[in-house]
C-alpha cells in the first residue's frame, strides 16, 4: 500500500507557474513509476506525464509538453510537478499516483494508488 499527498495548488493568474509536490509514504520501495494526472470540471481526467523511479525517466502528454517538469527526490519519496506558463484552459484538479507493479516480465500486474487531489485554478 502507498499513501500520497499532494500539496501546492492555489491560484495563480496566467503566464504564472506553480509546483505541486506529491509525498509518498508506505510501501515507497515498490513504486516503479509515478504519475500526474488532472481533471477539469465536466472533463475525463488526463494523464500529464510519468517518472520512473529506478533512473528518472520521464514522458510528458503533448498538451503539457515543454511547460510541465515532472521530478523526483528519491531521498524524501516525493515527486513534483512544476507548472510554467500557466493558462487558464490549466485550471482543474490535479491528482499524483503511484503504480506498484508485480508479477513476471511476461505477465506484470499493476497497482495504482491515488492522491486525494490539489486544485489549481488559472486567472486571465
Not at 507548472?83 to 499516483?97: F, Q, R
Not at 511476461?106 to 485554478?121: A, D, M, N, R, Y
Request: hydrophobic letters at 35%.
Amino acid at each position: 500500500q502507498v499513501h500520497l499527498v499532494e500539496s501546492g495548488g492555489g491560484s495563480v493568474q496566467a503566464g504564472g507557474s506553480l509546483r505541486l509536490s506529491c509525498a509518498a509514504s508506505g510501501d515507497t520501495a515498490s513504486i516503479d513509476h509515478m504519475g500526474w494526472y488532472r481533471q477539469a470540471p465536466g472533463k475525463e481526467r488526463e494523464g500529464l506525464g510519468v517518472i520512473y523511479m529506478f533512473n528518472g525517466y520521464t514522458n510528458y502528454a503533448a498538451s503539457v509538453s515543454g511547460r510541465f517538469t515532472i521530478s523526483r527526490d528519491s531521498a524524501t519519496n516525493t515527486a513534483y510537478l512544476q507548472m510554467n506558463s500557466l493558462k487558464p484552459e490549466d485550471t482543474a484538479v490535479y491528482y499524483c499516483a503511484a503504480v506498484i507493479v508485480t508479477g513476471s516480465f511476461t505477465s506484470p500486474s499493476e497497482s495504482k494508488f491515488w492522491g486525494q487531489g490539489t486544485q489549481v485554478t488559472v486567472t486571465s
